[in-house]
Structures are given as structure tokens and as C-alpha cells.
């Protein structure tokens, strides 16, 4: 049945209710658009999100694991604490400078607010998906929103008008990366997705607002969902120290040296790497219910749904069935994720990434910069916590999350690297 639903074409808009708080966040942005415009615009973006782009984005990754391994480095010996704010901000950091190409090191002193703003905002919108339920969305809807809103949007289009100014070519953002000096640069600066919504823009394909609310969108579908991704990896494996150290043995076996330039080769043989983190999105996956709606009437495998109904895809839960997943389904296991295991299990029963033509756009985005942060803090750290696994709760909404959140005591390793290069 969920195959049915994700593969048909009645079923590609999204879920009014589910929505609507995303679509007042994020206006007219892929995750939420009607069908017509999705379409169009999602066929554009699909190539910005190539293996050559996120090839480029990886220099990114791992200055940003690099500042949370020396942000992390600050909690050693410290006991238990909260760590998933420093991850949170770190992370936006990245995203804003892969979607934006606004980083740290510009001076630019509106790059913390823009880090607290979208912060804020998706706080804003997920606490309005619950409450859409009982038709009490509008209490997020505060004047601290409106302001919020109004500085990013304002934030956005001050950087595309600078952008424009910087090529000196009014609608030729093509001249823009020509004038980029070291091939680096160049592959990175061409990547970066404002660069691209520009070049739609200047073809025509996209308006300002398409430029605007995409940008908006890809920062927002990128930031909570990896951030809270790593946050679960990292409780996973405080709580299930054999699977760290296994993990910790494989890493440092692919990199026994502090001064060895960490490169894609090197993320494809950590297998175990993968089954971890495979095995975390099972358990914890960042968007645990997806919803559609029906375009038409139609009927899949029988049942007979009507125009407009709205349907919801438990992934949380179906990714603990025990008919799919074993006696056990509900305890972390890597093992899970071994090649002759999943060859037996059938393909939809693991969808943390949705699939479809509406499937995550960034899915592998997120895998690559996963692998990379998950490298630096496991070569580098070892993770502890007292709380337990059975106690963990999640309020399922549109994201995961902890009721409440486990603390995590860090220690530094003994061979630990500097720095990833
Ligand atoms: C662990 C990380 C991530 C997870 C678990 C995840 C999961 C998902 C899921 C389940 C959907 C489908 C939503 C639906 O059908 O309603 C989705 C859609 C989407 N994701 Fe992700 N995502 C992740 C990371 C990312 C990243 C890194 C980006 C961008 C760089 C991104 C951008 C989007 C966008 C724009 C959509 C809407 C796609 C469309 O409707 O065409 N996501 N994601």
C-alpha cells in the first residue's frame, strides 16, 4: 500500500493540515508546493543536488565537523551536557554556506541572526504542526515570527542583490564564477544553491520569489533533519558502547594517521559506518510521518479513496513493524543493515527518505555530510550517557523529537586527529 501510494501520481500533493505550518514558514517552497509548481521547480532543483555538487560541498563538511570537534572539545571532562545546540548551530552554519554561500569567516554580522532565525522559525513551525491538529496553529503565529520572517526574507534579497552588484552583469551570474580565481573556488561557488536558483532566474525558469522561497527551503529541509540526525547517532551510540567501539576500530583502521586528507574514498570503506547510521534512521528517522493528498478519486489495492482525503505514512512505526523487522525490531542493531539482511527485506519497508518522485531531494546530501561529522567526532571522541534506552520518548510530529533530550559526557581519544583536512 505505501508503495502504491509514494509511487502514484494522484498522491504527489502534500497534506493540507500536516503542512500548513511548513507552507506559512516556508511559502511556496518545494516541500509544500501544489503539484503543478512542485513539479516544475522540483525538476530544476534535482540538479542541483548531483554527486558532482555535493563532491564540492564536501570541503564545507568538513570545516564544520572541524568546528564541532573543537566546539565539542570544550565539553571533555565536563560530565553530562546538552549537546544538541552546539550541533544544531554548527550544522546550520553549514547549510546556510552550501545554500547561501554565507560562512563564518564573511563579515557579515547578520550570520548569527540568520542561525538563530531559522532556528526559531522551525521551532515555530513544528510546534505549529501539533497544534494544526487541534486548530490552534495560529498561536505560533507571534509578532517575534513576523519579524523573523521579514529578516530572512529581507536578509535573502539583500544577498541576491549583492550577488548581482559583485557580477557587475545584471542577470549574468555566469560571469560571476567565471571571475572566481582557484579551480576550487570555482566548483564550490558553482555549486552553492543561490548561484543555481540565479542562473534559473536568469533563463528565465525562475521568478525572484522562486529564487527567495527555495533558498528558504532548502536551508529549512536541511538544517532540523540532519542536525537531529547526528544528535541521534550520537545518543545511539553512547548508549550502545560495543557499537562504538566496533565503529571507533573501523575508522581508525581507514585513517591510523592524524595527517591524512579525509576524501570520498575513504567514506566507502566504512561499511560499518553506513550500517550505523542506516540503523539510527530505522529507530529515530528525523521526518517520522510523511502525509498526502489525493488529487482524484482512486482506488489502491482495493479501497476506494476519495478526492482531496488525506493520507499519513507512519515511517516511525513502520520502521519498527515486527513482521518486517524481526522479534526485535524496537533494539538497535546495526547488523540490521548487512548486505544479506536487507537483500531479503522488501523495499519499502525502510523509507526514511521517502521514496517516489517526491522523495527527499537532499537524501544524498545528508548522507555524505553524515559520514563526514560522524568520521571527525567518533575518530576523535568517545561518548557516554546514564540515560537509558528504554526511557527515551519521542513526540512524533513533523520532526523527531525527545521529550527529553539525553545528556552526553565526552571524552577525548587517545589517537585523536587535529583536524580533518
Ligand atoms: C537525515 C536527513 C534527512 C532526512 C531523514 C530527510 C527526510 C525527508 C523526507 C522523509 C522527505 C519527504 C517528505 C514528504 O514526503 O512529505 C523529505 C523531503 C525533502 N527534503 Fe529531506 N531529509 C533529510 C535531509 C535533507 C537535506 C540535507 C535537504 C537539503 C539539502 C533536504 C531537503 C528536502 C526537501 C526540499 C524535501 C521536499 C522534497 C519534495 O517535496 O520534492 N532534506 N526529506
Redesign the pocket.
Known sequence: MIKEILTSSSFLD?STTMYSSVNKAIPNG??SSPVNK?KHN?KLMNSTFTHRTITAFIPIFKRGTNILVEELDGFVGRGELEVFEIIKQTFLDMALETTMGTGPNQTNNNHNKMISGFNYLLKQAATGAVLSTVKLGFLTLTPRYYRTQQFIQAHIEKLIKDKRKANNCKGNSKTMENQSNSDDCYTKKEAIFINRALNFQDQGLFGQDDVINETK??VS??FD??ST?IYSILIMLAMHPNVQEKLYVELIQVMPENNISLEYKHLKHCPYMDMVIKET?RLM???PV??REAANEIQVNGINFPKDIQVMIP?FILHRRKDLWGPNANAFNPDNFLPERMSERRPYAYI???KGA??????Y??ETV?RIILFGLIRNFKFSTSFQYENLVFSNHISLRYVEEPKLQIYRRNHAIEKIN
Open positions: 502534500k518545494i516541500i512542485w522540483r527551503t532548502i529541509g536541511s533533519t540532519v540526525q534512521l528517522p528525523s521526518i510523511i502525509g515511517i526514511p527518505f521517502s517526491r522523495n527527499c531531494i537532499g537524501w546530501y545528508a553524515l
